[in-house]
């Protein structure tokens, strides 16, 4: 049985090895074309076509209930896609297995951090971060291990390294948007959504999230819904707007200045 089990390890980390492959030394993309969603009669996204590219920071901004956050939870979860096809890197994803693959290489980062307060920062990076060893195999902090020196040296960047045994719930609005930050930086997926990351944040902080979002966007797919109009025209490459639930204009950086992009904001 331990055999079994060990050989079972073994071949679903090849696998995951084999997804990431995909995904790695190429220019990914993902595309919508004709996407229309629907939520029983309701009409949410009207004839989408859209191209998301590797090396670029995509701000989508819209008023409330434009329909922002349902664009990038159709992307992720496919639910009430009536009419249209999603593909990655020119491929057509329909099938169960397809979409499977695809969410592998996602990371979601939402306006409620998804932390739990009564746990350290140490703590919610084991239960968060993708590490190679297992919880019990880090049950006992070694800052010389390679996977934690990684994590430190995050943390570190983000102003976060003398936090690590603090319990979450000391940490402003800002450093626990920062340690979403970090643990996705580490977990290194190829695709990255924000929804609304700088919500309730000061100014300092969210410059701050934005500005690590437009690092992360060199190698990597990252979108995010942003309600601040001087952040998105300062490190935004691209700009969808959105208005009841259909794409009015996608303005790429040397045009941000010719319209008006106030129409787009509460």
């Known amino acids: 049985m331990l055999l079994y089990s060990y050989i079972r390890q073994i071949m679903t980390i090849e696998a995951l090895q084999l997804v990431f492959m995909d995904t790695q030394n190429t220019n990914n993309n993902i595309e919508l074309k004709n996407v229309s969603v629907y939520d029983k009669n309701k009409l949410l996204l009207s004839e989408i076509n859209l191209k998301l590219n590797q090396g670029e920071l995509i701000g989508i901004i819209g008023k409330s209930g434009a329909g922002k956050t349902t664009i990038l939870n159709t992307i992720i979860s496919f639910n009430n896609i009536k009419t249209g096809k999603i593909y990655f890197n020119n491929k057509i994803i329909s099938t169960r297995k397809d979409k499977k693959k695809f969410r592998k290489n996602i990371s979601y980062i939402s306006q409620f951090p998804n932390l739990i307060n009564d746990l350290s920062v140490l703590d919610n990076l084991n239960r968060l971060c993708e590490f190679k060893k297992s919880w019990f195999g880090r049950m006992f902090w070694n800052p ?123």
């Open 144 to 266: 010389k291990d390679k996977e934690n020196e990684q994590i430190i040296k995050i943390l570190e960047n983000l102003g976060l390294k003398n936090k690590l045994f603090e319990k979450t719930e000391k940490l402003s609005g800002g450093e626990k948007q920062r340690l979403l930050v970090a643990i996705e930086i580490y977990n290194d997926k190829s695709i990255i959504f924000a929804d609304e990351p700088t919500s309730n944040l000061d100014p300092f902080n969210a410059d701050l999230i934005i500005k690590q979002f437009k690092k992360m966007s060199k190698n990597k797919i990252v979108v995010i819904n942003i309600h601040d109009l001087h952040l998105a025209t300062k490190y935004c490459d691209k700009l969808i707007c959105l208005e009841k639930g259909k794409i009015k204009n996608i303005i790429e950086k040397k045009s941000f200045g010719k319209g008006n992009l106030n129409e787009f904001f509460d």
